[in-house]
C-alpha cells in the first residue's frame, strides 16, 4: 500500500495500479483498495475501468458512504446528474456528517443556482464538521454569490483562497465576486492569478481569459 501511495504521489499510475491490483488478489475485503484504485484510473481519464471498480465495490460494502461519493464524482465527470445526486444522497443518508457530500449536493445546487437556501444549509453543515477547510468555506462564498450577497461572498472567498492558496477555481470565483461587487482591479488579480494554476482544472484558462478580456473591454468602454 505504501508504495502504491509513492507512485501516485510521483504520477506513476501505471505502477500503481499494478501495486494495487497485486494487492486485490489476495485481499478483497478492503474498501479503501477499490477507491485508491478507482481514482488511479480516473487520473488515466480511464472513466469506464474506474465506474466499474466502484459499482463491484459497491456490490460487497454497499453501505460505504466513501464509496457513494466517489461513484458521484464520476458520475458528475461523464454529465450523469440525476445518478450522481442518488448516490450523494445515499452518501448522506449512510453518514450524516459525510462533509465532502454534503458540501458536494450542496455546491452542485448553487452551480445550477437551485434551491440555495438547501444548499446553504447543507453546506453549513459540513463547515461545522470541517471548519478550516477552504473548499467548503469556497461553497459557501459561492451560495452567497448566487444569492446576489456579495459582501457575504467576498468575505468567504477570500477565507477560502486564505487557507488553500493556488486554487484556481476559487481564486476564479472570488474574482467573479469582486467583479459584480464593482472592484473591477481586485477582479482582474484575482483571475491573473488562477490563469497561474490553471492545469488544475480543465477548460479554466480559456474561461478566465475570456472574463479579463471582457473586463478589459468594459473599461475602454468598447
Do not use: C
Request: charged share 30%.
Amino acid at each position: 500500500l505504501r508504495l502504491a501511495y509513492i507512485y501516485s504521489k510521483l504520477n506513476r499510475d501505471d505502477d500503481a495500479i499494478k501495486v494495487y491490483e497485486e494487492i486485490l488478489n489476495f485481499n478483497t475485503e478492503m474498501p479503501e483498495l477499490y477507491l485508491y484504485l478507482s481514482v488511479e484510473y480516473v487520473h488515466k481519464k480511464d472513466y469506464i475501468k474506474a465506474e466499474n471498480m466502484l459499482n463491484s465495490a459497491l456490490l460487497k460494502f454497499s453501505n460505504n458512504a466513501d464509496l457513494h461519493f466517489n461513484l458521484a464524482i464520476l458520475l458528475d465527470k461523464t454529465g450523469r446528474f440525476s445518478e450522481m445526486m442518488k448516490h450523494l444522497s445515499q452518501a448522506i443518508e449512510i453518514d450524516p456528517n459525510h462533509a465532502d457530500s454534503l458540501n458536494y449536493l450542496g455546491y452542485t445546487m448553487a452551480e445550477k443556482n437551485t434551491n440555495l437556501n438547501e444548499a446553504q444549509s447543507l453546506i453549513m453543515r459540513a463547515i461545522e464538521i470541517k471548519p478550516d477547510n477552504g473548499s467548503i468555506i469556497d461553497s459557501l462564498g459561492w451560495v452567497y454569490f448566487r444569492k446576489g450577497e456579495f459582501k457575504e461572498a467576498i468575505e468567504m472567498l477570500e477565507r477560502a483562497v486564505g487557507l488553500t492558496k493556488d486554487d484556481p477555481v476559487i481564486l476564479e470565483h472570488l474574482g467573479d465576486a469582486y467583479n459584480s461587487a464593482g472592484q473591477k482591479e481586485k477582479a482582474f488579480e484575482s483571475w491573473q492569478k488562477a490563469i497561474l494554476f490553471h492545469e488544475k482544472e480543465e477548460g479554466l484558462k480559456e474561461r478566465v481569459e475570456k472574463k479579463i478580456q471582457n473586463l478589459k473591454l468594459e473599461k475602454t468602454g468598447k
